[in-house]
Structures are given as C-alpha cells and as structure tokens.
C-alpha cells in the first residue's frame, strides 16, 4: 500500500472510480494500484444522497490515511 501513495490530487494516486454496490449498501472505490479497492459505508458520509464525486473523494481519502499506516485485513490469493 505503501507502493501506491501518498495520495495528491493530480498525480496518479489521486484518480478514483467509484463502484455501486448491488447485494450490500455502500461503493468501492478504485485507484491506480491494480486490485486494491477501498470501501465506503453510507453512514461514513454526512450527506445522504452523495453523488460520485464526494464518495470518491471520502474513499480517495481513506485510501490516504491507508497508505500511511497500512493495516491489512484480507488477502485474496489464488492457489
């Protein structure tokens, strides 16, 4: 994680997609860091209709704080 940061608006680790959920409530967002995604719960944001830009400026941010002190929690590997 560290890799793929810091975050500056403008460079590369600065661009987002943000991905709407089906089956759960909440987005992920994508960066420029293949296969690292950062999830966005609704109740994170104080707007309750935010468009695609807030959420993936929350996320981006996220992301951020994630590439300063990363913790990871889940890898998924293929045997």
Not at 19 to 25: F, G, R, S, V
Not at 34 to 41: F, K
Request: glycine share 16%; charged share 25%.
């Amino acid at each position: 994680m560290k890799e793929f940061g810091p975050v500056y608006p403008g460079g590369p680790a600065g661009d987002f997609g943000v991905t709407h959920l089906n089956k759960t409530d909440g987005w992920v967002i994508s960066g420029h860091g293949y296969g690292m995604y950062t999830y966005v719960n609704p109740n994170e944001l104080k707007s309750e209709s935010p468009d695609d830009t807030e959420i993936g400026l929350f996320g981006r941010n996220k992301r951020g704080l994630d590439g300063k002190n990363p913790i990871i929690i889940y890898v998924n590997r293929k045997k």
